[in-house]
């Protein structure tokens, strides 16, 4: 499928165990079924460990990556700014870090949460409660990086662990009640996959429980990917998943949007849907 002629050479970037917390196998199963995909068309693939890629300082036009170090990020940025096509996008991964997320959705209208930003090193202001507190300065890596409070002792015991930790900032969510919903898409494709994470035991710290049973609202799923692509538009990061809450007369709401998880339900059917979105950024702009 690829043209002029010769395989077109593409990158990989596997993530880092340590930004796989409980999904190890599953991110890299996921970026393996892209890149075999990738291959089937035609491509060359070569996939490096995210540590490996910085430290051999390799190079490459065409990129797919599901990078989380620092030093990769800005490695990779540094390959975007040289032209290079990278996804998904490392300027669309900092999106993704709590606070930046939380900002671009409420500024562009995406349906969310009542949401605040609030220093750790100050007390705890918001009076929202029960609400989510979330570490601001970086995607969850632990269980204690998303916490629900009923209460504002709760919720200093929450900012004293921030800052013991020297995390210096929280975004506060309100608790939505309704039913939880997880999904995972591929702008670009037709691609979009949802199911209650509830019913079939996905989870990476066991959180979803707090959310109770599952009712089984009724609710639009094409508006929910519509939602869900103009998120990814907002956040640069075509191959995205989330979490929303769905009330009991049907509105939506978007909790949590990620660079591209692991897909762990579906990824068979992800795949090849990722790959494609990928090779046709790349038809784009060699065709440029």
């Not at 796989?20 to 990738?38: F, G, K, Y």
């Amino acid at each position: 499928m690829c043209k002029r002629g010769e395989k077109i050479r593409v990158v990989g970037v596997s993530r880092g165990n340590e930004y796989s917390p409980n999904h190890v196998d599953n991110d890299a199963a996921i970026l393996r079924l892209a890149a075999e995909a990738l291959e089937r068309m035609g491509c060359e693939v070569t996939i490096y460990p995210e540590k490996e890629f910085v430290a051999q300082n390799i190079e490459g036009e065409f990129i797919f990556d599901m990078a989380r170090d620092r030093a990769t990020i800005e490695r990779l940025k540094e390959l975007e700014d040289g032209g290079a096509l990278v996804v998904n996008s490392a300027y669309g991964i900092d999106n993704c870090v709590r606070q930046q997320m939380t900002e671009l959705l409420v500024a562009n209208e995406v349906p969310h949460p009542r949401s605040f930003i609030i220093s750790t090193d100050e007390k705890f202001t918001p009076s929202v409660f029960p609400c989510w507190i979330k570490r601001g300065n970086s995607h969850a890596m632990v269980k204690e990086d998303v916490v629900y409070v009923e209460c504002r002792e709760e919720a200093e015991v929450v900012m004293a662990d921030f800052r013991k930790r020297n995390i210096p900032v929280a975004v506060v969510n309100e608790h939505l009640v309704g039913d939880l919903v997880k999904f995972y898409g591929v702008q670009g494709t037709d691609f979009f996959y949802t199911f209650y994470p509830t019913e079939q035991s996905h989870s990476k710290f066991g959180l979803e429980a707090i959310n109770g049973a599952t009712r089984g609202f009724p609710f639009d799923v094409k508006q929910l990917q519509a939602y869900a692509n103009k998120a990814a538009e907002v956040l640069n990061v075509p191959v995205y998943g989330g979490d929303c809450v769905v009330s009991a007369t049907g509105e939506i709401r978007i909790i949590d949007f990620n660079d591209w998880p692991s897909f762990a339900r579906c990824r068979e059917e992800a795949g090849p849907e990722i790959a494609k979105c990928i090779y046709n950024r790349i038809i784009h702009k060699l065709e440029k």
